[in-house]
């Protein structure tokens, strides 16, 4: 069984990574030794476990775009649903600021990767995703980071309860079928 954070997670991924008519490629141009220009996919990932410096430049060498689940509000309880506004952040992590020479930098990552997401419904969730903020992360030793919080709306569902749990309330002890 999955958890809704790794659906949502893998839902945003799956679209940042998608291709979308209308809406231009996570992609960047790298050039190759013989000096010709090759447009290349951004990588799409979730978050490492450990982020070290050897993977950050790796990272940023090819441009990547990581996915994190932030944390989770929570609405009343109504009923037996409570609505969950649940944070994810996107990085996008370049060795290269702003586009030059033909190269996309982390200026035009951040601006494509939400224009890929804004409004857009993962699964499990009501209603597209909004966009919160977006902010300068980490430069270090030419490894540029940027970071967008994304929110998105789901619920959560009290499961159903079983006779130990709430004595208060009737069970169904049979099922009487009238068309026997």
């Given at each position: 069984?999955?958890?809704?954070?790794?659906?949502?997670?893998?839902?945003?991924?799956?679209?940042?990574?998608?291709?979308?008519?209308?809406?231009a490629?996570?992609?960047?141009?790298?050039?190759?030794?013989?000096?010709?220009v090759?447009?290349?996919?951004?990588?799409?990932?979730?978050?490492?476990?450990?982020?070290?410096?050897?993977?950050?430049?790796?990272?940023?060498?090819?441009?990547?775009?990581?996915?994190?689940?932030?944390?989770?509000?929570?609405?009343?309880?109504?009923?037996?649903?409570?609505?969950?506004?649940?944070?994810?952040?996107?990085?996008?992590?370049?060795?290269?600021?702003?586009?030059?020479?033909?190269?996309?930098?982390?200026?035009?990552?951040?601006?494509?990767?939400?224009?890929?997401?804004?409004?857009?419904k993962p699964?499990?969730?009501?209603?597209?995703?909004?966009?919160?903020?977006?902010q300068?992360?980490?430069?270090?030793?030419?490894?540029?980071?940027?970071?967008?919080?994304?929110?998105?709306?789901?619920?959560?569902?009290?499961?159903?309860?079983?006779?130990?749990?709430?004595?208060?309330?009737?069970?169904?002890?049979s099922?009487?079928?009238?068309?026997?």
């Amino acid at each position: 069984m999955s958890s809704r954070i790794v659906t949502v997670e893998e839902s945003i991924k799956d679209r940042l990574g998608a291709e979308i008519e209308g809406v231009a490629p996570l992609e960047r141009s790298m050039r190759k030794a013989d000096g010709s220009v090759v447009m290349v996919p951004l990588q799409v990932e979730s978050f490492p476990n450990k982020l070290t410096a050897l993977k950050l430049k790796t990272l940023s060498a090819v441009g990547a775009v990581l996915v994190r689940y932030m944390g989770s509000r929570y609405g009343p309880l109504v009923g037996v649903e409570q609505e969950r506004l649940m944070a994810f952040e996107v990085v996008v992590v370049s060795d290269s600021l702003r586009a030059e020479d033909a190269h996309v930098g982390c200026y035009e990552m951040l601006d494509l990767a939400l224009e890929r997401l804004i409004g857009f419904k993962p699964v499990d969730c009501r209603g597209g995703v909004e966009l919160f903020e977006d902010q300068f992360l980490e430069e270090l030793e030419g490894t540029w980071q940027y970071g967008a919080q994304v929110r998105v709306k789901s619920v959560m569902v009290q499961p159903m309860m079983t006779e130990s749990e709430d004595l208060t309330l009737p069970l169904l002890v049979s099922v009487v079928d009238d068309k026997l």
